[in-house]
Protein backbone atom coordinates (compact mmCIF):
# COMPACT_ATOMS: atom_id res chain seq x y z
CA UNK A 1 0.00 0.00 0.00
CA UNK A 2 3.26 1.86 0.44
CA UNK A 3 4.64 1.94 -2.56
CA UNK A 4 1.10 2.06 -4.86
CA UNK A 5 0.45 5.16 -7.32
CA UNK A 6 -2.82 7.00 -6.43
CA UNK A 7 -4.42 8.32 -9.46
CA UNK A 8 -7.36 10.27 -9.66
CA UNK A 9 -8.21 12.04 -13.21
CA UNK A 10 -11.87 12.09 -12.39
CA UNK A 11 -12.61 12.68 -16.57
CA UNK A 12 -11.47 10.89 -19.83
CA UNK A 13 -9.38 8.26 -20.27
CA UNK A 14 -6.25 9.31 -18.42
CA UNK A 15 -6.38 7.46 -15.07
CA UNK A 16 -7.15 4.16 -16.88
CA UNK A 17 -4.42 4.28 -19.26
CA UNK A 18 -1.84 6.25 -16.63
CA UNK A 19 -2.63 3.07 -14.86
CA UNK A 20 -2.11 0.62 -17.57
CA UNK A 21 0.65 2.15 -18.58
CA UNK A 22 2.21 2.00 -14.84
CA UNK A 23 1.26 -1.72 -14.82
CA UNK A 24 3.28 -2.69 -17.52
CA UNK A 25 6.69 -1.82 -15.72
CA UNK A 26 5.33 -3.46 -12.70
CA UNK A 27 4.14 -0.22 -10.62
CA UNK A 28 1.25 -0.81 -8.83
CA UNK A 29 -1.42 1.45 -8.82
CA UNK A 30 -4.83 2.33 -7.68
CA UNK A 31 -7.37 4.75 -9.38
CA UNK A 32 -9.58 7.10 -7.81
CA UNK A 33 -13.31 8.35 -9.44
CA UNK A 34 -13.16 11.42 -7.66
CA UNK A 35 -12.04 13.44 -4.99
CA UNK A 36 -13.21 11.97 -1.66
CA UNK A 37 -12.31 8.54 -3.31
CA UNK A 38 -9.04 9.99 -3.79
CA UNK A 39 -9.00 11.35 0.50
CA UNK A 40 -10.28 7.75 1.26
CA UNK A 41 -7.01 6.29 0.09
CA UNK A 42 -4.63 8.53 1.30
CA UNK A 43 -4.62 7.70 4.95
CA UNK A 44 -3.73 3.84 3.85
CA UNK A 45 -0.49 4.75 2.20
CA UNK A 46 0.85 6.14 -1.03
CA UNK A 47 4.17 6.03 -2.78
CA UNK A 48 2.84 9.38 -4.84
CA UNK A 49 -0.09 11.13 -5.91
CA UNK A 50 -0.58 11.56 -9.41
CA UNK A 51 -3.62 14.30 -10.21
CA UNK A 52 -4.75 15.98 -13.50
CA UNK A 53 -4.80 19.49 -12.88
CA UNK A 54 -8.84 19.90 -13.10
CA UNK A 55 -8.62 17.81 -9.02
CA UNK A 56 -6.80 20.65 -7.87
CA UNK A 57 -8.92 23.60 -8.68
CA UNK A 58 -11.13 25.03 -6.83
CA UNK A 59 -12.50 23.61 -3.24
CA UNK A 60 -11.02 20.08 -4.28
CA UNK A 61 -7.56 22.20 -3.17
CA UNK A 62 -8.25 22.69 0.31
CA UNK A 63 -8.66 19.21 1.35
CA UNK A 64 -5.63 18.32 -0.37
CA UNK A 65 -3.26 21.24 1.49
CA UNK A 66 -4.77 20.25 4.71
CA UNK A 67 -3.62 16.58 4.27
CA UNK A 68 -0.27 17.83 3.35
CA UNK A 69 -0.26 20.42 5.67
CA UNK A 70 -1.13 17.27 8.30
CA UNK A 71 2.21 14.70 7.19
CA UNK A 72 4.64 14.05 9.81
CA UNK A 73 7.99 15.09 10.11
CA UNK A 74 9.75 12.51 7.80
CA UNK A 75 6.56 12.67 5.21
CA UNK A 76 6.83 14.84 2.22
CA UNK A 77 4.79 12.85 -0.45
CA UNK A 78 5.61 12.92 -4.31
CA UNK A 79 2.94 14.39 -6.10
CA UNK A 80 2.74 14.30 -10.12
CA UNK A 81 0.29 17.04 -11.78
CA UNK A 82 -0.24 16.41 -15.30
CA UNK A 83 -1.24 20.07 -16.74
CA UNK A 84 -2.48 21.66 -19.85
CA UNK A 85 0.36 22.52 -22.31
CA UNK A 86 0.82 26.11 -22.39
CA UNK A 87 1.53 29.13 -19.55
CA UNK A 88 0.82 27.54 -16.08
CA UNK A 89 -2.69 28.38 -15.03
CA UNK A 90 -3.89 29.85 -11.48
CA UNK A 91 -4.79 26.62 -10.36
CA UNK A 92 -1.23 25.24 -10.98
CA UNK A 93 0.61 27.84 -8.96
CA UNK A 94 -2.04 27.35 -6.15
CA UNK A 95 -1.23 24.00 -6.26
CA UNK A 96 2.84 24.30 -6.39
CA UNK A 97 2.77 26.87 -3.34
CA UNK A 98 0.36 24.58 -1.19
CA UNK A 99 0.85 21.38 -2.19
CA UNK A 100 5.24 21.20 -1.45
CA UNK A 101 6.35 18.64 -3.20
CA UNK A 102 4.47 18.69 -6.71
CA UNK A 103 6.57 18.03 -10.38
CA UNK A 104 4.75 19.38 -13.24
CA UNK A 105 4.23 17.30 -16.16
CA UNK A 106 3.15 18.71 -19.02
CA UNK A 107 0.26 16.76 -21.64
CA UNK A 108 0.44 15.16 -23.89
CA UNK A 109 2.92 12.81 -21.67
CA UNK A 110 5.00 10.62 -23.12
CA UNK A 111 4.89 6.97 -21.99
CA UNK A 112 8.93 6.76 -21.25
CA UNK A 113 8.43 10.38 -19.74
CA UNK A 114 5.66 9.09 -17.47
CA UNK A 115 7.29 6.26 -16.56
CA UNK A 116 10.64 8.47 -15.32
CA UNK A 117 9.03 10.54 -13.52
CA UNK A 118 6.90 7.96 -11.21
CA UNK A 119 10.34 5.92 -10.71
CA UNK A 120 11.58 9.03 -9.51
CA UNK A 121 8.73 9.59 -7.02
CA UNK A 122 9.20 6.50 -5.97
CA UNK A 123 12.52 6.51 -4.90
CA UNK A 124 12.21 9.50 -3.41
CA UNK A 125 9.46 8.10 -1.14
CA UNK A 126 11.62 5.73 -0.31
CA UNK A 127 13.96 7.90 1.12
CA UNK A 128 11.29 8.98 3.67
CA UNK A 129 10.23 5.60 4.21
CA UNK A 130 13.86 4.94 5.72
CA UNK A 131 14.23 8.52 7.42
CA UNK A 132 10.61 7.51 9.38
CA UNK A 133 12.12 3.69 9.94
CA UNK A 134 15.11 5.27 11.53
CA UNK A 135 13.77 7.53 13.31
CA UNK A 136 11.80 4.68 14.94
CA UNK A 137 14.68 2.36 15.32
CA UNK A 138 16.18 6.15 17.28
CA UNK A 139 13.21 6.25 19.28
CA UNK A 140 13.35 2.57 20.32
CA UNK A 141 17.37 2.78 21.18
CA UNK A 142 16.51 5.52 23.36
CA UNK A 143 13.85 4.12 25.36
CA UNK A 144 15.95 0.87 25.55
CA UNK A 145 19.04 3.04 26.45
CA UNK A 146 17.12 4.64 29.71
CA UNK A 147 15.57 1.79 30.57
CA UNK A 148 19.07 -0.09 31.28
CA UNK A 149 20.08 3.25 32.42
CA UNK A 150 17.41 2.90 35.12
CA UNK A 151 18.14 -0.85 36.38
CA UNK A 152 21.94 0.48 37.88
CA UNK A 153 20.85 3.46 39.22
CA UNK A 154 18.26 1.48 41.47
CA UNK A 155 20.27 -0.33 43.77
CA UNK A 156 22.71 2.68 44.27
CA UNK A 157 19.67 4.40 45.62
CA UNK A 158 18.46 2.05 47.71
CA UNK A 159 22.36 1.53 48.84
CA UNK A 160 22.29 4.89 50.55
CA UNK A 161 19.32 4.83 52.07
CA UNK A 162 21.25 1.30 53.43
CA UNK A 163 23.91 3.76 54.58
CA UNK A 164 21.83 6.29 56.32
CA UNK A 165 20.39 3.58 58.51
CA UNK A 166 23.46 2.15 59.72
CA UNK A 167 25.17 5.68 60.66
CA UNK A 168 22.50 8.14 61.09
CA UNK A 169 25.15 10.25 63.03
CA UNK A 170 28.21 10.19 60.94
CA UNK A 171 29.21 13.60 59.86
CA UNK A 172 31.14 11.77 56.38
CA UNK A 173 28.84 9.08 55.35
CA UNK A 174 26.43 11.76 55.50
CA UNK A 175 28.21 13.86 53.13
CA UNK A 176 29.27 10.74 50.86
CA UNK A 177 25.52 9.60 50.90
CA UNK A 178 24.52 13.29 49.44
CA UNK A 179 27.00 13.70 47.02
CA UNK A 180 25.98 10.54 45.77
CA UNK A 181 22.13 11.27 46.28
CA UNK A 182 22.58 14.48 43.95
CA UNK A 183 24.50 12.52 41.11
CA UNK A 184 21.66 10.11 41.31
CA UNK A 185 19.44 12.71 40.78
CA UNK A 186 21.31 13.96 38.11
CA UNK A 187 21.41 10.75 36.15
CA UNK A 188 17.93 10.20 36.55
CA UNK A 189 17.00 13.61 35.34
CA UNK A 190 18.95 12.64 32.09
CA UNK A 191 17.46 9.46 31.29
CA UNK A 192 13.86 11.18 32.00
CA UNK A 193 14.91 13.36 29.11
CA UNK A 194 15.92 10.57 27.12
CA UNK A 195 12.41 9.16 27.79
CA UNK A 196 10.34 12.58 27.20
CA UNK A 197 12.65 12.39 23.59
CA UNK A 198 11.53 9.19 22.27
CA UNK A 199 7.87 9.80 23.74
CA UNK A 200 7.64 13.18 22.19
CA UNK A 201 9.14 12.33 18.84
CA UNK A 202 6.61 9.21 19.06
CA UNK A 203 3.43 11.46 19.82
CA UNK A 204 3.20 9.77 23.68
CA UNK A 205 3.59 12.68 25.38
CA UNK A 206 0.31 13.68 27.81
CA UNK A 207 0.57 16.35 30.36
CA UNK A 208 -1.07 15.25 33.51
CA UNK A 209 -2.60 18.50 34.85
CA UNK A 210 -2.88 18.86 38.32
CA UNK A 211 -3.52 21.52 41.01
CA UNK A 212 0.00 22.78 41.92
CA UNK A 213 1.74 25.68 43.86
CA UNK A 214 4.13 28.15 42.28
CA UNK A 215 6.49 27.58 45.05
CA UNK A 216 6.77 23.88 45.03
CA UNK A 217 7.99 24.19 41.14
CA UNK A 218 10.54 26.32 41.90
CA UNK A 219 11.75 24.86 44.94
CA UNK A 220 12.07 21.59 43.34
CA UNK A 221 14.03 23.39 40.38
CA UNK A 222 16.57 24.25 42.51
CA UNK A 223 17.07 21.40 44.09
CA UNK A 224 17.13 19.56 41.25
CA UNK A 225 19.95 21.84 39.70
CA UNK A 226 21.54 22.36 42.91
CA UNK A 227 24.54 19.72 42.06
CA UNK A 228 24.86 22.22 38.78
CA UNK A 229 25.21 25.04 40.27
CA UNK A 230 27.74 24.20 43.31
CA UNK A 231 30.14 22.51 41.18
CA UNK A 232 30.81 25.81 39.84
CA UNK A 233 30.25 27.61 42.57
CA UNK A 234 27.67 29.91 41.03
CA UNK A 235 25.42 32.44 43.40
CA UNK A 236 21.98 31.53 42.84
CA UNK A 237 19.37 34.33 43.14
CA UNK A 238 15.82 33.45 43.60
CA UNK A 239 12.97 36.00 43.22
CA UNK A 240 9.50 34.80 43.58
CA UNK A 241 6.38 35.95 44.88
CA UNK A 242 4.92 35.70 49.10
CA UNK A 243 1.21 34.87 48.04
CA UNK A 244 0.04 31.02 47.40
CA UNK A 245 -0.68 31.11 43.23
CA UNK A 246 -2.22 27.71 42.27
CA UNK A 247 -1.58 26.27 38.72
CA UNK A 248 -2.92 24.09 36.47
CA UNK A 249 -0.39 22.71 35.15
CA UNK A 250 1.78 19.28 34.64
CA UNK A 251 4.33 19.10 37.79
CA UNK A 252 6.74 17.17 36.71
CA UNK A 253 7.05 18.45 33.22
CA UNK A 254 7.02 22.43 34.23
CA UNK A 255 9.67 21.51 37.15
CA UNK A 256 11.57 19.66 34.39
CA UNK A 257 11.37 22.53 32.07
CA UNK A 258 12.86 25.44 34.92
CA UNK A 259 15.56 23.07 35.95
CA UNK A 260 16.92 22.36 32.97
CA UNK A 261 16.69 26.11 32.05
CA UNK A 262 18.66 27.02 35.43
CA UNK A 263 21.04 23.99 34.55
CA UNK A 264 21.69 25.28 31.02
CA UNK A 265 22.60 28.55 32.99
CA UNK A 266 24.78 26.86 35.26
CA UNK A 267 26.50 25.11 32.22
CA UNK A 268 27.57 28.16 30.46
CA UNK A 269 28.36 30.56 32.82
CA UNK A 270 31.57 30.26 34.32
CA UNK A 271 32.40 29.57 37.82
CA UNK A 272 31.53 31.81 40.40
CA UNK A 273 28.89 33.36 38.32
CA UNK A 274 26.01 35.07 39.36
CA UNK A 275 22.09 33.46 37.70
CA UNK A 276 18.25 34.85 38.69
CA UNK A 277 15.40 32.59 38.92
CA UNK A 278 12.44 35.06 38.75
CA UNK A 279 8.99 33.84 38.92
CA UNK A 280 6.24 36.32 38.48
CA UNK A 281 2.62 36.31 37.99
CA UNK A 282 0.16 39.13 35.75
CA UNK A 283 -2.78 37.67 35.65
CA UNK A 284 -3.50 33.93 33.97
CA UNK A 285 0.31 34.14 33.05
CA UNK A 286 3.05 32.56 35.25
CA UNK A 287 6.61 34.01 33.70
CA UNK A 288 9.94 32.30 34.99
CA UNK A 289 12.67 33.72 33.83
CA UNK A 290 16.18 32.80 33.81
CA UNK A 291 19.00 35.30 33.44
CA UNK A 292 22.71 34.55 34.05
CA UNK A 293 26.47 36.38 33.78
CA UNK A 294 27.66 33.91 30.96
CA UNK A 295 29.33 33.42 28.03
CA UNK A 296 26.24 34.54 26.35
CA UNK A 297 25.14 33.73 22.32
CA UNK A 298 25.43 35.05 19.35
CA UNK A 299 22.66 35.94 17.25
CA UNK A 300 23.05 32.70 14.76
CA UNK A 301 22.70 30.73 17.39
CA UNK A 302 19.47 31.77 18.88
CA UNK A 303 17.74 30.47 15.96
CA UNK A 304 19.18 26.55 16.52
CA UNK A 305 19.66 26.02 20.58
CA UNK A 306 15.91 24.91 20.89
CA UNK A 307 16.82 21.71 18.00
CA UNK A 308 16.66 18.46 19.70
CA UNK A 309 20.07 17.59 20.26
CA UNK A 310 21.89 20.96 19.52
CA UNK A 311 25.05 21.58 20.92
CA UNK A 312 26.21 25.09 21.63
CA UNK A 313 30.17 25.11 22.21
CA UNK A 314 31.75 26.58 25.37
CA UNK A 315 35.18 28.39 24.33
CA UNK A 316 37.58 26.16 25.86
CA UNK A 317 35.43 23.31 27.27
CA UNK A 318 34.70 20.08 25.24
CA UNK A 319 30.99 19.23 24.58
CA UNK A 320 28.93 18.27 27.41
CA UNK A 321 25.54 17.12 27.70
CA UNK A 322 23.21 15.69 25.40
CA UNK A 323 21.93 18.52 23.54
CA UNK A 324 17.96 17.71 24.65
CA UNK A 325 16.69 20.00 27.56
CA UNK A 326 15.89 23.42 25.68
CA UNK A 327 14.20 21.32 23.15
CA UNK A 328 12.22 19.88 25.19
CA UNK A 329 11.57 22.87 27.66
CA UNK A 330 10.10 24.71 25.07
CA UNK A 331 7.84 21.58 23.91
CA UNK A 332 6.29 21.40 27.39
CA UNK A 333 5.77 24.80 27.56
CA UNK A 334 3.62 24.85 23.88
CA UNK A 335 2.04 21.66 25.43
CA UNK A 336 0.83 24.14 28.27
CA UNK A 337 -0.37 26.92 25.75
CA UNK A 338 2.51 29.04 26.43
CA UNK A 339 6.29 30.17 24.89
CA UNK A 340 10.09 29.91 25.78
CA UNK A 341 12.17 32.28 24.37
CA UNK A 342 15.81 33.32 24.22
CA UNK A 343 17.82 36.18 24.03
CA UNK A 344 21.50 37.63 24.70
CA UNK A 345 23.89 40.94 23.66
CA UNK A 346 26.13 38.98 22.20
CA UNK A 347 28.77 36.97 23.43
CA UNK A 348 30.01 37.32 27.14
CA UNK A 349 27.31 39.31 27.59
CA UNK A 350 25.32 36.61 29.50
CA UNK A 351 21.58 34.97 28.41
CA UNK A 352 18.07 35.31 29.34
CA UNK A 353 15.47 33.04 29.03
CA UNK A 354 11.50 33.64 29.23
CA UNK A 355 9.13 30.76 29.97
CA UNK A 356 5.67 32.19 30.07
CA UNK A 357 2.57 29.86 30.90
CA UNK A 358 -0.97 30.88 30.51
CA UNK A 359 -2.14 27.81 33.69
CA UNK A 360 -2.39 30.72 36.88
CA UNK A 361 -5.92 29.63 39.20
CA UNK A 362 -7.75 32.30 41.09
CA UNK A 363 -6.75 31.99 44.56
CA UNK A 364 -8.23 29.16 46.61
CA UNK A 365 -7.84 26.84 48.99
CA UNK A 366 -5.17 23.77 48.06
CA UNK A 367 -6.99 20.42 48.42
CA UNK A 368 -5.83 18.72 51.89
CA UNK A 369 -2.34 17.20 51.20
CA UNK A 370 -2.41 13.68 51.43
CA UNK A 371 -0.32 11.82 54.64
CA UNK A 372 2.87 11.32 54.38
CA UNK A 373 3.12 7.25 55.52
CA UNK A 374 5.77 6.90 58.16
CA UNK A 375 8.56 4.49 57.44
CA UNK A 376 7.48 0.89 58.90
CA UNK A 377 8.69 0.35 62.45
CA UNK A 378 10.39 -2.37 63.93
CA UNK A 379 8.14 -5.57 64.95
CA UNK A 380 6.35 -4.60 61.44
CA UNK A 381 4.64 -8.09 60.53
CA UNK A 382 4.03 -7.50 56.77
CA UNK A 383 5.82 -9.84 54.67
CA UNK A 384 7.38 -8.59 51.47
CA UNK A 385 8.48 -10.12 48.34
CA UNK A 386 10.76 -8.25 46.57
CA UNK A 387 11.41 -9.86 43.14
CA UNK A 388 15.06 -8.39 40.56
CA UNK A 389 16.86 -10.75 37.97
CA UNK A 390 19.56 -7.28 38.92
CA UNK A 391 20.70 -9.12 42.05
CA UNK A 392 21.96 -6.04 43.26
CA UNK A 393 18.81 -4.60 42.96
CA UNK A 394 16.76 -6.86 44.78
CA UNK A 395 19.27 -7.72 47.83
CA UNK A 396 19.85 -3.87 48.56
CA UNK A 397 15.78 -3.33 48.73
CA UNK A 398 15.43 -6.17 50.72
CA UNK A 399 17.85 -5.11 53.38
CA UNK A 400 16.38 -1.54 53.64
CA UNK A 401 12.94 -2.85 53.85
CA UNK A 402 14.35 -5.33 56.66
CA UNK A 403 15.97 -2.55 58.51
CA UNK A 404 12.48 -0.92 58.83
CA UNK A 405 11.25 -4.26 60.27
CA UNK A 406 9.72 -5.81 57.11
CA UNK A 407 9.92 -9.65 56.50
CA UNK A 408 11.43 -9.88 53.48
CA UNK A 409 12.35 -12.50 50.86
CA UNK A 410 13.59 -12.30 47.81
CA UNK A 411 13.93 -13.98 43.98
CA UNK A 412 15.93 -13.18 41.10
CA UNK A 413 13.64 -14.46 38.28
CA UNK A 414 9.80 -14.85 37.35
CA UNK A 415 9.73 -18.49 37.96
CA UNK A 416 11.10 -18.05 41.57
CA UNK A 417 8.89 -15.08 42.39
CA UNK A 418 5.62 -17.54 41.70
CA UNK A 419 6.88 -20.31 43.79
CA UNK A 420 8.03 -18.01 47.17
CA UNK A 421 4.57 -16.24 46.47
CA UNK A 422 2.84 -19.84 46.63
CA UNK A 423 5.22 -20.98 49.13
CA UNK A 424 5.70 -18.05 51.63
CA UNK A 425 2.38 -16.16 50.77
CA UNK A 426 3.55 -12.46 50.84
CA UNK A 427 1.54 -9.68 51.82
CA UNK A 428 3.04 -7.56 48.86
CA UNK A 429 5.32 -8.10 45.84
CA UNK A 430 7.37 -5.86 44.77
CA UNK A 431 8.55 -6.98 41.23
CA UNK A 432 10.56 -6.02 38.21
CA UNK A 433 9.31 -6.55 34.93
CA UNK A 434 12.08 -6.67 32.28
CA UNK A 435 13.12 -10.46 33.63
CA UNK A 436 14.83 -12.98 30.71
CA UNK A 437 12.50 -16.02 30.79
CA UNK A 438 9.66 -15.35 32.59
CA UNK A 439 8.86 -11.34 33.01
CA UNK A 440 6.68 -9.70 35.40
CA UNK A 441 3.74 -9.77 33.67
CA UNK A 442 3.33 -13.35 33.04
CA UNK A 443 4.29 -13.58 37.08
CA UNK A 444 1.65 -11.55 38.43
CA UNK A 445 -0.72 -13.19 36.21
CA UNK A 446 0.34 -16.71 37.81
CA UNK A 447 0.37 -15.38 41.28
CA UNK A 448 -3.10 -13.65 40.28
CA UNK A 449 -4.06 -16.99 39.62
CA UNK A 450 -3.68 -18.96 43.69
CA UNK A 451 -6.19 -18.63 46.19
CA UNK A 452 -3.49 -16.62 47.93
CA UNK A 453 -2.51 -14.64 45.09
CA UNK A 454 -5.87 -12.55 45.27
CA UNK A 455 -5.09 -10.27 47.96
CA UNK A 456 -1.84 -9.66 47.37
CA UNK A 457 -0.30 -6.32 46.58
CA UNK A 458 1.57 -6.01 43.60
CA UNK A 459 3.86 -3.72 43.10
CA UNK A 460 5.35 -3.22 39.63
CA UNK A 461 9.46 -1.86 40.12
CA UNK A 462 10.68 -1.01 36.36
CA UNK A 463 12.96 1.15 34.36
CA UNK A 464 9.53 1.03 31.59
CA UNK A 465 7.94 4.04 32.42
CA UNK A 466 5.42 4.95 29.34
CA UNK A 467 1.99 5.21 30.00
CA UNK A 468 1.76 1.72 27.78
CA UNK A 469 3.74 0.25 30.64
CA UNK A 470 1.50 1.30 33.40
CA UNK A 471 -1.61 0.26 31.12
CA UNK A 472 0.10 -3.45 30.70
CA UNK A 473 1.17 -3.69 34.31
CA UNK A 474 -2.49 -2.99 35.38
CA UNK A 475 -3.92 -6.05 32.78
CA UNK A 476 -1.13 -8.15 34.24
CA UNK A 477 -2.70 -7.31 37.36
CA UNK A 478 -0.29 -4.85 39.40
CA UNK A 479 -1.65 -2.68 41.61
CA UNK A 480 1.10 -0.01 41.68
CA UNK A 481 3.99 1.26 39.00
CA UNK A 482 6.84 2.80 40.09
CA UNK A 483 10.27 3.56 38.12
CA UNK A 484 13.96 2.87 38.74
CA UNK A 485 15.33 3.69 40.42
CA UNK A 486 13.06 3.73 43.12
CA UNK A 487 11.60 6.73 45.64
CA UNK A 488 11.59 4.56 48.91
CA UNK A 489 8.68 7.29 50.19
CA UNK A 490 6.56 6.72 47.33
CA UNK A 491 7.09 2.61 47.82
CA UNK A 492 5.91 3.01 51.51
CA UNK A 493 2.89 4.85 50.45
CA UNK A 494 2.36 1.78 48.12
CA UNK A 495 2.97 -0.43 51.27
CA UNK A 496 0.57 1.69 53.75
CA UNK A 497 -2.65 0.36 51.17
Known amino acids: MERRIVICAPTGRDAALTAKVLQSVGIHSIVCANTDELMSQLPLGAGALLLVEEVVSGAAMRPLAEYVASQPTWSDIPILLLTRSGADSLDVQRAVEHLGNVTLVERPVRTVALITATRSAVRARERQYQVRDADKRKDEFLATLAHELRNPLAPIRTSMGILKHLYPDSGQITQVRNIVDRQVAHLTRLVDDLLDVARITSGKVTLKKEQITLQSVVNHAVEISGSAMENKQHRLE ?97 MHGGTLQASSKGLGHGSEFVLALPVVLEHGQLAAPA ?106 GFDHHLVKPIDYDSLMSCLAD
Open 371 to 476: PVADHATSGNTKKILVVDDNVDAANTLGALLGMDGFAVTTAYDGVAAVAAAKAHKPDVVVMDIGMPGMNGYEAARLIRQEAAGEKMVLIALTGWGQSSDKTQASLA
Open 238 to 334: VQAPDGLYLLDADHARLVQSVANLLVNAAKFTPAGGHIVLRAEVDGPVVTFTVADNGIGLEPSSLAKIFDLFAQTPVPGEAPTGLGIGLSLARQFAE
